[in-house]
């Protein structure tokens, strides 16, 4: 992602604020020394809440990710005073255009959320959230600090990998955040936050070396849920019912996979994985079916 984004955007006027949560993490990112990024382990932001530390035991490590998501701006906002806007991202996006057509977009909005999109196959699924977390961004000012302040407040008090009528993780307490308060903008961009989920509903082209999602260049995607097993990569696009094409393979995946390899780093199986052999069996009829599957000889 880092790289992504110094590729499409002046990187001077960003600093970067990589929370790593283990000590292989933090002690790769060191030798890396990459510009403008400062990195705070997981000791440090547990040392600066404590709140934060004491629901550790009753949470899996997945729901304590998921917890952990507003503690990691509070830190930021409370910690760098010159930080006036904070956007927090998930580690698996890769940018494939500057993210100031974003911020224009954003304008003075104190809070910005995206939707998932799901394609209508799934349009079942937002009753896991109607929004996605892997862009959320917050302004330094009365509305922002205190819907982060709210969010976090409700994920310590409840987080987990379980869907109730009004939660579910960290996700769903964004739903709610246009009611509770102001100058919340909902990015309208749909080449922000490509995904597994709603790439099924674009026409992915390649047009003067721009890659577009219908008539729009494609920002940024979210490679949420990519694994690698027995030698093969699966983009998990199956698992939403699209089919995965030629110019997915080779105009998104493809290039991400590559930069994967460059600096060594392999996709795990999700900690959150059924491991059913009844559901293995299915998942691998739907991979074979939608061409869910990329070979890499490198």
Same mark, same amino acid.
């Given at each position: 992602m880092y790289q992504s984004i110094c590729e499409n955007e002046n990187i001077d006027n960003l600093q970067f604020y990589f929370f790593c949560f283990d000590a292989d993490s933090i002690s790769y990112f060191r030798r890396l020394n990459l510009r403008n990024v400062k990195l705070i382990s997981l000791e440090e932001l547990e040392s600066y809440l404590p709140e934060l530390k004491s629901v550790k035991p $009753?949470?899996?490590?997945? $729901?304590?990710?998921?917890?952990?998501?507003?503690?990691?701006?509070?830190?930021v906002i409370e910690n760098y005073r010159s930080v006036d806007e904070i956007v927090y991202l998930d580690a698996d996006l890769f940018f494939f255009q500057s993210p100031e057509v974003l911020f224009d977009e954003i304008g003075n909005s104190s809070i910005s959320i995206i939707p998932h999109r799901f394609n209508f196959l799934n349009s079942i699924r937002n009753i896991y959230g109607y929004y996605n977390v892997g862009w959320v961004s917050f302004k330094g000012d009365k509305e922002g600090i205190a819907c982060m302040n709210k969010w976090l407040n409700d994920n310590l008090k409840w987080c987990f990998d379980k869907l109730t009528f009004s939660k579910y993780a960290d996700q769903k307490y964004l739903n709610y955040w246009e009611k509770d308060f102001r100058n919340v903008y909902v990015i309208k961009n749909k080449g922000a936050n490509v995904a597994p989920w709603n790439v099924g509903n674009y026409k992915v082209g390649l047009k003067n070396e721009i890659i577009y999602v219908d008539e729009v260049p494609l920002v940024f995607y979210h490679f949420a849920g990519m694994k690698f097993i027995d030698e093969t990569y699966y983009t998990t696009i199956s698992s939403y019912f699209s089919f995965v094409t030629p110019e997915i393979i080779n105009l998104i995946y493809y290039p991400y996979i590559l930069r994967l390899h460059n600096i060594g780093f392999v996709p795990k199986v999700s900690l959150r994985l059924n491991k059913s052999p009844v559901v293995k069996r299915m998942r691998k009829i739907i991979r074979q079916f939608y061409n869910d599957s990329i070979a890499v000889n490198i």
């Open positions: $009753e949470r899996s490590l997945a $729901e304590y990710f998921f917890t952990s998501t507003p503690a990691i701006c509070k830190y």
